[in-house]
């Protein structure tokens, strides 16, 4: 039986808007959250498998009414799909409204205590990605599984693939708030990186004057980390009028996505 399906619009190539669960649990949390798939158009009328990007802020990614904008993900999804680029799988998280920054924190901040960021990630391991999984055809491989986000949700993004590789091969970083605690230096150092991973990272230069510092210290602690390789590809941009806001990250979507999931650099 095919899932509640909330189609917007009967657009050629549009994607499939599949709500999950609108009470999604979290056992790690405790918590309930809804979680909506965005499948390819066609998924219905095929076989076919595909990667799967797993992205925060669910809220933000496709509602036009979104009080801070939205990164029309939907509307990005379909253009590419239009000009042949490839189909994945897009698994979009609401957030935790007022509890958000302490579900996106893998750790203690002085103003806004301890973060639950570790049960969170406890959580897309161990209870979401097994159910994509087992509901959809996904190609279920880490070589094949993305996952992202903006703000706080880049920074539990980046945490959860360098902190899990094993599960993630591409991660999608925007602008992220790295500001929070310099314990994701030391985990990005720490961590091993003997299995190949792609890193896009944007952020603009309008926003903190420290944020292009950040990127460059994130990357320095994967580069020359403890195990570090050269199996780890990064692709930064720095958009000289990007600003902190959604618009900026939806704009610069279609780009990750492909240089992510449907470039021919091998892995």
């Known amino acids: 039986m095919r899932p509640f399906s909330q189609v917007t619009q009967a657009l050629p190539h549009y994607p499939i808007i599949e709500l999950i ?43 036009d009414g979104a009080p801070f904008g939205s990164w029309s993900i939907d509307k990005h999804l379909m253009e590419l799909s239009r000009s042949g680029v490839g189909e994945l799988i897009v698994i979009c998280i609401d957030h935790g409204g007022k509890e958000r920054i302490q579900e996106y924190s893998p750790y203690f901040h002085r103003k806004f205590g301890d973060g639950q960021g570790k049960d969170y990630a406890n959580f897309i391991i161990e209870t979401l990605k097994p159910y994509v999984d087992t509901h959809y055809r996904t190609k279920s491989h880490r070589i094949y599984t993305g996952i992202g986000g903006s703000s706080m949700g880049a920074l539990i993004s980046a945490y959860i693939g360098i902190v899990h590789p094993k599960h993630f091969s591409k991660l999608m970083i925007f602008s992220p708030s790295f500001w929070y605690s310099d314990e994701i230096y030391f985990d990005a150092f720490k961590y091993n990186y003997t299995l190949p991973m792609r890193m896009f990272i944007y952020a603009g230069e309008k926003e903190t004057r420290f944020m ?3 990127i460059n210290q994130f990357k320095d602690a994967v580069s020359h980390g403890f195990f570090s390789s050269k199996l780890t590809t990064f692709n930064i941009v720095i958009d000289p009028n990007g600003q902190h806001q959604e618009k900026h990250w939806g704009d610069i979507f279609p780009a990750a996505v492909k240089w992510l999931f449907f470039s021919d650099q091998d892995q």
């Open 21 to 63: 669960d609108h009470g999604f649990e979290i056992p790690q949390l405790g918590k309930n959250r809804r979680i909506w798939a965005l499948l390819p158009h066609n998924y219905y009328d095929s076989d076919q498998n595909y990667p799967v990007l797993y992205l925060q802020d669910a809220q933000n990614l496709f509602d």
């Open 212 to 214: 292009s510092q950040h």
